[in-house]
T-cell receptor, first 111, second 116 residues
Framework: GEDVEQSLFLSVREGDSSVINCTYTDSSSTYLYWYKQEPGAGLQLLTYIFSNMDMKQDQRLTVLLNKKDKHLSLRIADTQTGDSAIYFCAALGNQGGKLIFGQGTELSVKP | GAVVSQHPSRVICKSGTSVKIECRSLDFQATTMFWYRQFPKQSLMLMATSNEGSKATYEQGVEKDKFLINHASLTLSTLTVTSAHPEDSSFYIC????????????FGPGTRLTVT
C-alpha cells in the first residue's frame, strides 16, 4: 500500500524560509496535501496539489511536486513564530478517498 | 467556510461506560466522514469511513462493536466508544469530505478522551 515519509523535525529562525519535505510511494496518488496541526487541535488544510501540477503557490506557501521522484515539498516564506506546529503530508489513496498520512514534521521557529 | 466541529472537546469517563462523540459539518454537506485516532507525538490512524445512510467501513484491527459509528444525516456522524477502558484514552479526530469538492477533506478540532 501507499507509504508517506517525512523528516520528524525542522528548526528555523524567524524570517527565514522553511522547507518541509515528503516522499510517497504510490505513483497513482492523484492529490497530495499539506495539513498543519497546532498542539491539542485538529488538522488545518493548508493547501493541496493535483498530480498533474508541478507547483502551486498561495501567499507565503509554495508547494513543489516532483512526480518522477514522488517527492513533495512545502516552502513557507518569511517563517513566523506562529508557524510553529506539526505539518503533515498526505496522499489521496485509491481506496474510498482515504488519506494516507506521513508521520508529521515538527517545525520549530526560533525568534 | 468548510468548518467541522466536534463535541465534546474533552471528556473523562469511568471504565465500563460508553461515550458518544459528535462530528458535524457546519456549512457544507458531507456524504463521507472519517474517524481517526491519534496517539501523542504520532500521526493519525484511520479507524473507519462513515457513509451517510449506510454502514461504516472499519479499518483492519478496529473493533466495530466497540467503536460504533452512525452517520444519520449529511452533516452529522457520531462515534460511540462502548465499554470504555483506559487503553481507549486517546485523541479522536473526525474529518468530512465536502460533496461539492470531494478532494477537499476538513478536520474537526478533536476530542480528548480520558478513561479512568
Amino acid at each position: 500500500g501507499e507509504d508517506v515519509e517525512q523528516s520528524l523535525f525542522l528548526s528555523v529562525r524567524e524570517g527565514d524560509s522553511s522547507v518541509i519535505n515528503c516522499t510517497y510511494t504510490d505513483s497513482s496518488s492523484t492529490y497530495l496535501y499539506w495539513y498543519k496541526q497546532e498542539p491539542g487541535a485538529g488538522l488545518q488544510l493548508l493547501t493541496y496539489i493535483f498530480s498533474n501540477m508541478d507547483m502551486k503557490q498561495d501567499q507565503r506557501l509554495t508547494v513543489l511536486l516532483n512526480k518522477k521522484d514522488k517527492h513533495l515539498s512545502l516552502r513557507i516564506a518569511d517563517t513566523q513564530t506562529g508557524d510553529s506546529a506539526i505539518y503533515f503530508c498526505a496522499a489521496l489513496g485509491n481506496q474510498g478517498g482515504k488519506l494516507i498520512f506521513g508521520q508529521g514534521t515538527e517545525l520549530s521557529v526560533k525568534p | 467556510g468548510a468548518v467541522v466541529s466536534q463535541h465534546p472537546s474533552r471528556v473523562i469517563c469511568k471504565s465500563g461506560t460508553s461515550v458518544k462523540i459528535e462530528c458535524r459539518s457546519l456549512d457544507f454537506q458531507a456524504t463521507t466522514m472519517f474517524w481517526y485516532r491519534q496517539f501523542p507525538k504520532q500521526s493519525l490512524m484511520l479507524m473507519a469511513t462513515s457513509n451517510e445512510g449506510s454502514k461504516a467501513t472499519y479499518e483492519q484491527g478496529v473493533e466495530k462493536d466497540k467503536f460504533l459509528i452512525n452517520h444519520a444525516s449529511l452533516t452529522l456522524s457520531t462515534l460511540t466508544v462502548t465499554s470504555a477502558h483506559p487503553e481507549d484514552s486517546s485523541f479522536y479526530i473526525c474529518s468530512a469530505r465536502e460533496n461539492k469538492h470531494p478532494y477537499e477533506q476538513y478536520f474537526g478540532p478533536g476530542t480528548r478522551l480520558t478513561v479512568t
